[in-house]
């Protein structure tokens, strides 16, 4: 198997399409937002740094994340592969990332891109409900997601809220932001001849997006 790298903009629910490819290819999903967080939870120097850069939304330093991220990437479990969620955000990680990889023997693999337009995008954040019980998630515009009692959990029957922060004003911003940084990067993927570009719309079920993704990983 080989190695993924999984880009997505904030709306495509990447955690649910890293978790199919996870179960599918029996992968482990590496996100560097988590490996930051769990670092950051230690009581050392380093730790109360990450914690003051992710609190304030910046990035954290290249070295910090290449040295985390490359001790993650020795473990046993990696090496047959892996699924790399948020990382590189740029291209200086990108080459940074390429080093690292030559250091520690490894191939670049693919990159997965899943395309979402930003009219669905919006509809999915807009639409977004959440369980605040059990945490399931659903959506009032889409309707494959929408939940099959009015504004209830089909799971607990909790009512749904939305996110506080699931604004059309927030959603341009964050929008805008996402493609202006990863514009450059996709680009650069594409010039290396790997880049996987998965077409993602609203109502398509995750069984289709699912045998999409395959399609891309056994066409390499
Ligand atoms: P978000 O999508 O909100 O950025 P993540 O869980 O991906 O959430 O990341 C949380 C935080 O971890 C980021 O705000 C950033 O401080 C740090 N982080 C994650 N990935 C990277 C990265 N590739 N480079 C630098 N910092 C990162």
Redesign the pocket.
């Known amino acids: 198997m080989q190695n993924i790298i999984l880009i997505a903009p904030p709306a495509a629910g990447k955690g649910t399409y890293a978790k199919l490819i996870e179960e599918t290819y029996h992968l482990p999903h590496i ?3 988590d490996l ?1 967080r769990k670092e950051s939870t230690k009581d050392t120097p380093t730790s109360r740094h990450l914690k003051e ?2 609190s304030a ?4 330093s290249d070295d910090i ?1 290449t040295s985390i991220l490359s001790d993650r990437l020795k473990q046993d479990d990696c090496q047959n592969g892996y699924i790399l969620d ?4 740029n291209i200086e ?1 990108a080459k940074a990332y390429e080093e690292m990889l030559g250091t520690l023997n490894k191939d670049l693999g693919i990159v997965i891109y899943i395309d979402i337009d930003e009219q669905d995008a919006k509809e999915r954040v807009l639409g977004r409900v959440v369980c605040p019980q059990c945490g399931a998630s659903f959506n009032t515009i889409i309707k494959a997601f929408s939940p099959k009692e009015n504004n209830h959990c089909n799971y607990c029957k909790h009512e749904l809220v939305s996110r506080v922060d699931d604004t059309e004003e927030t959603f341009h911003k964050r929008f805008c932001e996402y493609l202006e940084k990863t514009d450059s990067l996709v680009k650069y993927y594409q010039d290396k001849g790997i880049l996987k570009v998965v077409k993602s719309q609203n109502d398509d079920t995750t069984e289709i997006m699912l045998e999409r993704i395959k399609k891309m990983v056994s066409n390499d």
């Open positions: 996100s560097t937002g930051l850069i992710m939304g910046r990035l954290v994340i948020g990382y590189p955000r990680q």
